[in-house]
């Protein structure tokens, strides 16, 4: 089950209070897009809230269970395309793929061949379009918003081997079209998702704004920061949805390096995310139907080093959530390098030498030329160096204790990126924040608890609404 330990919370709370050598997985849990790990065990007896979080229930809701056992892997593919698989499985509790669907096309994709993974992907989204348009011509609107919903995630998931400089073509027209047919889904929902421009230093980021089917104006806010290679289309399938469901609103975007604003606006990641969520916020803030008192923000994947980033500064966010929480990138990237070569990245003495090794990496495994390239992309850096080297100003360690509302430090036992999420719950210093595990013995212990969609969102509506005393 999830296993959580807390810290108390205050009687009332204001929002400012095994492949090779150079397999994809060793790659991500020795350096800069995601590092080593030792074992995860969740620290201390498990403590889980019943109902109001602002105090520790003296019984949890589950039986704990041990670590370890199997992990969600390898049900598609032996190589890491399967996490990506995965990725497709994790929206259909929000109608966001369908079983057969999926598992067909990923049978006829041979393992690590990206050229069919984008072909078949692609076939299968133009595909699902067309039965959305049948069904809306048709006057059925209910099975034409489905059908858009798994387009969009088909046409995206056609993309995810395509973050690599330059930009390219078939990644353009994968985004476009997750776009399009996104908007033609959500004009289709109950109550309609309006698209936003929000203001940002002298442009607008994109994003969708949600507001519940329900009348009981003002509503909670959620607001969700995605990852690497997320869209705001896919943070409405992680977490938007079932934010919308528990009503709460839900403001979706995509920040510099992410997106429409990578990819039609040129725009990349930058460490200060306060910058980046602060205007999100105020836009938020000039909505009649957004409740000020009751701001959340969530950041999955790398938005598990964004929120938290973000929640140092910008203290109208009443809670915020980290999965996979990440503290110090920074001095986790130079663990991508060989022990003796490391130093050598600190000095800044010998350049050619690390660029050379980086080369040849990224030459002997797909896997790390995937996280360099993407990393390379969304940085809008141009080389490997430039890209480890560029980890340095990515971290929260000596600003972490300047969040000042609740956070919910988040992993999967299994994730590639573990094992840092801990040190960010011990580097904080504010009431009601929480460490919460999730393990494999539910199906969650993998990135970002894929495969478990539903239990990750009632673990974090339970903790949110026992922060915001909402019922």
Not at 22 to 35: E, W
């Amino acid at each position: 089950m999830a296993q959580a330990n807390s810290r108390p919370m205050p009687t009332a709370q204001s929002p400012n209070s095994e492949a090779g050598p150079f397999s994809r997985r060793t790659a991500l849990r020795q350096g800069a897009a995601g590092v080593a790990t030792a074992s995860l065990v969740a620290a201390g007896s498990a403590t889980i809230w019943s109902g109001d979080a602002r105090a520790q229930s003296s019984a949890p809701l589950a039986t704990p269970v041990p670590a370890g056992g199997p992990t969600l892997d390898q049900i598609a593919f032996a190589s890491s395309m399967d996490g990506q698989f995965i990725r497709a499985l994790d929206t259909i509790p929000y109608r966001g793929a369908d079983v057969g669907e999926s598992f067909i096309t990923a049978r006829r994709i041979p393992d690590g061949d990206t050229e069919a993974w984008y072909r078949e992907w692609w076939q299968l989204a133009e595909r699902t379009e067309g039965y959305a348009n049948e069904a809306l011509a048709a006057g059925n609107t209910v099975s034409a918003r489905d059908a858009f919903l798994r387009a969009c995630t088909y046409y995206r998931q056609a993309s995810l081997y395509l973050f690599k400089p330059p930009l390219q073509q078939g990644l353009v027209d994968s985004f476009a079209n997750q776009r399009r047919v996104f908007v033609q889904a959500m004009a289709l929902f109950d109550r309609p998702g309006e698209a936003i421009d929000i203001p940002y230093e002298g442009t607008t980021l994109p994003g969708y704004l949600f507001l519940p089917a329900r009348q009981d104006e003002p509503f909670p806010l959620l607001i969700i920061t995605g990852g690497y290679d997320g869209t705001r289309e896919e943070s409405y399938f992680a977490g938007g949805a079932a934010a919308i469901e528990r009503g709460w609103a839900c403001l979706v975007f995509d920040g510099p390096g992410q997106g429409e604003a990578l990819v039609e606006q040129n725009l990349f990641f930058r460490p200060d995310w306060e910058n980046v969520v602060t205007p999100v916020v105020d836009a938020a803030l000039q909505r009649p139907e957004i409740d000020p008192t009751r701001i959340a923000l969530m950041g999955r994947s790398w938005g598990g080093y964004l929120a938290p980033r973000a929640a140092t500064a910008e203290h109208r966010i009443g809670a915020v959530i980290a999965d996979a929480a990440q503290y110090d990138p920074a001095a986790r990237a130079p663990m991508l390098l060989p022990e003796d070569l490391r130093p050598l990245l600190a000095s800044g003495d010998d350049d050619t030498t690390l660029s050379a090794w980086l080369e040849s990496a990224m030459a002997s495994s797909p896997e790390i030329a995937f996280s360099m390239n993407r990393g390379m992309l969304t940085h809008g850096l141009a080389s490997p160096l430039e890209y480890v080297q560029g980890y340095g100003p990515y971290t929260l360690n000596g600003i972490a204790d300047q969040i000042q509302c609740p956070a919910l430090i988040i992993e999967g036992e299994a994730d590639f990126r573990g094992g840092d999420a801990k040190p960010l719950y011990d580097a904080i210093t504010s009431p009601g924040s929480a460490y919460l595990l999730f393990s494999n013995a539910d199906g969650a212990g993998l990135h970002d608890e894929a495969g478990a969609a539903s239990l990750f969102a009632l673990r974090v509506f339970n903790w949110l609404n026992g922060v915001f005393s909402l019922a």
